[in-house]
């Protein structure tokens, strides 16, 4: 049975309804407790009120940061669960013993990956136990959330021994309400975290990172008033460039006054929320200054309704395609584009805070690009938001990443939900310009099926970004002596992209400067990934690959960057990548040591010679 996201959903909302004691259900819910019925398969995130995902702008919120050092407990076989560590026992008896205690032993960083923070969790895959405690003053009239921004990969969250909410998905946020379950002081925060890639997961079994684990963003306690904004979503028309469309969802169905100011703008709007709790409205916006890579233009926009307010920085411009071009604000843009993952490689842990955003993005900068691709899963908002603040467009994406079980109802469940958690979260940060969907997936009716209903969804949240896709199916054909894809998907995508490892992967059939490209023709297509491995410091031929040396990563750049002039329809490149970055797939013991070396800065952050080669191209595109 197709397991249809909005069933999910009507099953998650059912479970919240019943954590939150609204309804009596079969979910082993007993007075004055709210347990959610969880089964093998762990529920996303629970909802909440109007919204199937976690409250807008949470930054923009009064917040308590739930960081620091955490209790953990290591449980490689999963007895933590039958032993019931989350009620955190002591003995009361000479008699009672408890073989486990979250008091005195192994501490983790939150947030952060486990593997970085002990050699013997550099490989871990499994079950860790995190608990702490925390005071809270539930105010009248307040609702209060605990709020993940993200856990990797799947969780339980237990508060004060009760069961409260589940989640799976490493790269998205989750909250779930927790009014009327804290004491004032001394609460019991558990979370069973575990990372065990799985057939049904997203990615699944292989990929081509490091597998950390843990809670690697913030978490926050959340107070908001009874009745709040809990989402809304401000942007330009998607072709003109004076048009605001603006909308707004209360946390419960219900109607209320709601004004939106934009005070730069001079504008003001009183709206009444339907009895669905949802306003909107559009208006003209006079001597609006579109955000844009050359002119990163924020406005203070807030948002109000009886007893709450939010506000944020929000950035107005239009992307949109016109034939084989991608235009930003009505001008012809080429992306001058680069990739990362979200990983600190000299710390080899999982990048999750503003330090780590700052270098990430200023090594970025120096090689002089106006896109970032956010390889190969949403990352987190101090990334996003910095980049937005720089000028810099992204591409986000969901880690649907080669081998997914396309035929598998609850992963497509599991993908409907990533994408949507992903867009909900940044669809107000108007430096995101693509929504990714799919990485080098190969052609069949299921995957077909799978993506398109994952263009449904997005395209059902947010109708003015760009859809697109990388794929690794051009090859050269000897009759045209043209290298050529064909993929039936293409079609469905607003911009299609190319993965393409020539001189790495793929010997050259013909010599760069014959190298003509005919593939997608009537579409714009980004060169989303390409390069070769290079160990920092190394040296030898610039004609042998395995000689893993900078010399041969050069001469690499120097030929795909020829190859480029001869792509008709080329809208941008990126290669792949920024820094060396940790991955299990590489085995070389003395160029990889378990790194792929394909960063054009190594992992202490030095710039290898291919470096300067892009940097030098991007010069010349940038004039
Ligand atoms: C693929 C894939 C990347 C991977 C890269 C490589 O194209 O998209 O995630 O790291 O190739 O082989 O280095």
New binding site residues.
């Given amino acids: 049975m197709k397991l249809s996201y909005l069933m999910v959903m009507a099953f998650v909302f059912a479970a919240q309804a019943v954590a939150s004691g609204t309804v009596s259900g079969s979910s082993g819910a007993t007075e004055g407790k709210a347990v959610l019925a969880v089964s093998d398969e762990t529920l996303p995130g629970t909802a909440q009120g109007n919204v199937p995902t976690a409250m807008t702008n949470v930054y923009g919120r009064d917040y308590t940061l739930l960081n620091g050092k955490w209790n953990v407990i290591v449980d490689l076989y999963d007895q933590g669960r039958k032993m019931e560590v989350y009620r955190n026992r002591k003995p009361q008896k000479p008699e009672e013993f408890y073989e486990y205690s979250f008091d005195g032993g192994m501490r983790l960083n939150v947030p952060g990956d486990w593997n970085s923070q002990y050699p013997e969790l550099m490989y871990y895959e499994g079950t860790v136990w995190y608990a702490r405690h925390f005071d809270a003053v539930q105010e009248p009239g307040k609702r209060m959330f605990l709020y993940f921004g993200a856990v990797s990969y799947r969780c339980n969250v237990y508060l004060n021994g009760d069961l409260i909410a589940s989640h799976e998905g490493g790269f998205t946020p989750f909250q779930v309400e927790v009014t009327g379950h804290l004491r004032p002081q001394d609460n019991f925060l558990c979370v069973e975290v575990n990372n065990r890639r799985t057939a049904d997961a997203i990615p699944a079994l292989a990929?081509?990172?490091w597998n950390y684990g843990g809670i690697t963003r913030d978490v926050m306690l959340v107070t908001v008033p009874e009745v709040y904004v809990s989402d809304y979503f401000i942007q330009l028309d998607k072709h003109r460039p004076d048009v605001i469309h603006a909308s707004v969802t209360l946390s419960d169905a219900v109607s209320r006054e709601v004004r939106l100011d934009i005070p730069e703008l001079g504008i003001s709007r009183d709206l009444v929320t339907d009895g669905k709790g949802q306003a909107s409205v559009s208006f003209k916006a006079k001597k609006l200054q579109r955000w844009s890579p050359d002119c990163p233009k924020l406005y203070d926009v807030s948002i109000s309704c009886s007893g709450d307010s939010i506000s944020e920085r929000i950035g107005f411009r239009n992307i949109e395609v016109d034939g084989t071009r991608i235009l930003v604000n009505g001008e012809p843009t080429f992306m001058r584009c680069i990739s990362f993952h979200e990983e600190i490689p000299q710390r080899m842990g999982r990048a999750f805070g503003m330090a780590d955003a700052q270098m990430l993005l200023s090594e970025a900068e120096a090689l002089g690009v106006n896109m970032i691709r956010l390889?190969?899963y949403p990352q987190n908002e101090y990334t996003v938001r910095l980049a937005e603040e720089k000028g810099i467009i992204l591409w986000q994406e969901i880690p649907v990443?080669?081998g997914i079980n396309f035929s598998d109802a609850g992963t497509q469940a599991k993908a409907e939900r990533m994408l949507t958690e992903m867009i909900m979260r940044d669809r107000n940060r108007c430096a995101v310009g693509f929504w990714g969907v799919a990485?080098?997936t190969k052609p069949s009716p299921e995957r077909n099926a799978f993506l398109t209903s994952l263009l449904e969804t997005g395209r059902s949240l947010d109708t003015t970004r760009l859809y697109v896709a990388?794929f690794?199916l051009v090859y050269f054909e000897k009759s045209t002596g043209h290298f050529e894809m064909h993929d039936d998907f293409t079609d469905n995508l607003d911009v299609v992209a190319v993965?393409k490892?020539m001189g790495w992967?793929h010997p050259w059939p013909v010599d760069p400067s014959e190298a003509v490209w005919d593939v997608c023709a009537d579409q714009p297509l980004i060169i989303s990934?390409f390069g070769g491995e290079a160990l920092y410091g190394q040296h030898g031929s610039s004609d042998e690959t395995s000689s893993w040396s900078e010399e041969y990563q050069a001469r690499l750049y120097r030929d795909n960057i020829e190859m480029f002039s001869h792509i008709p329809n080329l809208a941008g490149v990126s290669p792949?990548?920024l820094f060396d970055f940790r991955?299990p797939?590489r085995f070389h013991p003395t160029n990889q040591e378990g790194w792929?070396r394909?960063g054009l800065v190594s992992d202490q952050g030095q710039r290898k010679a291919a470096w300067y080669i892009m940097r030098d191209y991007y010069r010349e595109k940038r004039q």
Wanted: glycine share 0%.
């Fill in positions: 990929f081509d990172w390889a190969h990443w080669q990485n080098e990388a690794d993965n490892y992967y990934e792949w990548i991955s797939y792929n394909k």
